[in-house]
Antibody
Framework: QLQLQESGSGLVKPSQTLSLTCAVS??????????WSWIRQPPGKGLEWIGY???????YYNPSLKSRVTISVDRSKNQFSLKLSSVTAADTAVYYC??????????????????????WGKGTTVTVSS | SSELTQDPAVSVALGQTVRITCQGD??????ASWYQQKPGQAPVLVIY???NRPSGIPDRFSGSSSGNTASLTITGAQAEDEADYYC????????????FGTGTKVTVL
């Protein structure tokens, strides 16, 4: 059973870089078909997708954060990481990591693809404050 | 388009049926996935694909899709179903991006 666990700095000063790591257990981060996502949730607000990295190493980011975000994988440690630069108070949130899978329904007209985040970490709170 | 719209809140009497909807252009190309989030907890996947439930999700949860609208139905709502529910889909722009719905708070009366 795949399990994910976030870790990293809980307090970051404005203009500095937020760094978080997601440790993957119960499976290999190099498993084909998986992508590895970061999602955040500001206090009292909804979920916001930050970005993900494919098992191949390709990365995709939320356009609103793209200039500040880097997601990377460390296969030797079976973990992936998030870096968010030039943070402000608006980046204060609970940050989640998640594993993602995809599927295809050929019986639909037209055929539909689908994507889902099947396993989530418990989340880690990051506060941006001086 | 990169938006998925949900009603902010719905209520349902205990044991009755409630449907939560999610609207967006991307749903004409991709099935939505649905997540349940209880206060202070991480989201949990409840429906994915055409109408698939992960192991451990009760069969009172079901999903459907038509045109630009995806729906999550809870048939025979229980007190423990009170939570926030979010839909999620790929962005139909073709840029491999995801988008979450605005979320629906379900209250079981």
């Amino acid at each position: 059973q795949l399990q994910l666990q976030e870790s990293g700095s809980g307090l970051v000063k404005p203009s500095q870089t937020l760094s978080l790591t997601c440790a993957v257990s119960g499976g290999s981060i190099s498993s084909g078909g998986y992508s590895w996502s970061w999602i955040r949730q500001p206090p009292g607000k909804g979920l916001e997708w930050i970005g993900y990295i494919y098992h191949s190493g390709s990365t995709y980011y939320n356009p609103s954060l793209k200039s500040r975000v880097t997601i990377s994988v460390d296969r030797s440690k079976n973990q992936f990481s998030l870096k968010l630069s030039s943070v402000t108070a608006a980046d204060t949130a609970v940050y989640y990591c998640a594993s993602s899978l995809s599927g295809y329904d050929p019986t639909s007209v037209p055929p539909y693809y689908y994507y889902y985040m099947d396993v989530w970490g418990k989340g880690t709170t990051v506060t941006v404050s001086s | 388009s990169s938006e998925l719209t949900q009603d902010p809140a719905v209520s349902v009497a205990l044991g009755q049926t409630v449907r939560i909807t999610c609207q967006g252009d991307s749903l004409r190309s991709y099935y939505a996935s649905w997540y349940q989030q209880k206060p202070g907890q991480a989201p949990v996947l409840v429906i994915y694909g055409k109408n698939n439930r992960p192991s451990g999700i009760p069969d009172r949860f079901s999903g459907s899709s038509s045109g630009n609208t995806a729906s999550l139905t809870i048939t025979g709502a229980q007190a423990e179903d009170e939570a926030d529910y979010y839909c999620n889909s790929r962005d139909s722009s073709g840029n491999h991006r995801y988008v979450f719905g605005t979320g629906t708070k379900v209250t079981v009366l």
